[in-house]
């Protein structure tokens, strides 16, 4: 089955400081993935579509220019929190759609920011 | 994509068969149920999905009633490890080159399976 690799687990960095999350697809190629947030005891919340070789499409209240998304090939999407803050904390997850296999998650990455 | 409604949560004992139902009153014709599960501090998984019949995979069986309304996810013995929050979600196909959207998760239905 498909497979969506994401790195790294977990992360903890100082405010002001970027961080950037990886996304991979295994052992399909992906046109599109997608970057959810999640803050505790809350359902999971679609922020931006990642298209390869063009610009993500940002959902409405994400900031684009704080979440850059970087889809350079068909199997690695990266989302890069710029200047992190504390409320920026929270559980990132990406997806990838393959045909035959629906949208595949990873495992997610659990951003602290101190 | 039509709005579902779960429960928020339920309890199942252990090796018991758990029932967990949807409702998808405004489903579209060409809009298929999906079922997701997160379990805690992980990504969602994936467990099955129809359109009007019947379905069964290795992890569970999907019941949608014949007018399409509503379904049931049926685990059919569940076991600790089934403890998660799972996600009814009703999506219509789409083309899988360029367009594709983001799955949409409502809250979901918190699942306690008790030993």
């Known amino acids: 089955g498909a497979v969506v690799s994401q790195h790294p687990s977990r992360v903890i960095c100082k405010s002001g400081t970027s961080v950037k999350i990886e996304c991979r697809s295994l052992?399909?190629?992906?046109?599109?993935m997608f970057w959810y947030r999640q803050f505790p005891k809350q359902s999971l919340m679609l922020m931006a579509t990642s298209n390869e070789g063009s610009k993500a499409t940002y959902e409405q209240g994400v900031e684009k220019d704080k979440f850059l998304i970087n889809h350079a090939s068909l199997t690695l999407s990266t989302l890069t929190v710029t200047s992190a803050h504390p409320e920026d904390s929270s559980f990132y997850i990406c997806?990838?759609?393959?045909?035959?296999?629906?949208?595949?998650f990873g495992s997610g990455t659990r951003l602290t920011v101190v | 994509d039509a709005k579902t409604t779960q429960p928020p949560s339920m309890d199942c004992a252990e090796g018991r068969a758990a029932n967990l139902p949807c409702n998808h009153s405004t489903i579209s014709g060409n809009e298929y149920v999906y079922w997701y599960r997160q379990i805690h501090s992980q990504g969602p998984q994936y467990i099955i999905h129809g359109l009007k019949n019947n379905e069964t995979n290795e992890m569970a069986s999907l019941i949608i009633t014949e007018d399409r309304k509503s379904s049931t996810l049926i685990l059919p013995h569940a076991t600790l490890r089934d403890t998660a929050v799972y996600y009814c979600?009703?999506?219509?196909?789409?083309?899988?080159?360029?367009?594709?959207?983001?799955?949409?998760f409502g809250k979901g239905t918190h699942l306690i399976i008790q030993p």
């Open positions: 997806s990838a759609r393959s045909a035959g296999y629906g949208y595949t």
């Open positions: 979600i009703v999506r219509g196909q789409r083309n899988s080159g360029g367009g594709a959207d983001g799955l949409t």
């Open positions: 052992d399909f190629q992906a046109t599109t």
